[in-house]
Nanobody, 121 residues
């Protein structure tokens, strides 16, 4: 079994910063793309930032210049540094990983349980 465990969410004032972490554990072969998605109340889940195994990144226009995604392949962990947070960043943030199981080439899509980020004064 594979688990993605997120941490680092919370309540922050506008302009503040938070750092999210997501560690993948279990029966893992290789991890391809990892990413962060978010879902605000009444809205669809949207991509925030993604990173390939080689370190190439992609960001939603709304977070460019404020958020930074990174990963530590030795720890199977992906991070999201969020700076200059705005009230509209309030959402449940979900970690995602596309990975293979040992001795298999089939790719599976896994999600974390989500962590709440609230930006409010």
């Amino acid at each position: 079994q594979v688990q993605l465990v997120e941490s680092g969410g919370g309540l922050v004032h506008p302009g503040g910063s938070l750092r999210l972490s997501c560690a993948a554990s279990g029966s893992i072969g290789t991890i391809d793309n990892m990413g962060w998605y978010r879902q605000a109340p009444g809205k669809q889940r949207e991509s925030v930032a993604t990173i390939t195994s080689g370190g190439s990144t992609n960001y939603a226009d709304s977070v460019k210049g404020r958020f930074t995604i990174s990963r530590d392949n030795t720890k199977n962990t992906v991070y999201l540094q969020m700076n200059s947070l705005k009230p509209e960043d309030t959402a449940v943030y979900y970690c995602n990983a596309v990975l293979t199981r040992p001795r298999s080439v089939i790719r599976y899509n896994y999600w974390g349980q989500g962590t709440q980020v609230t930006v409010s004064s």
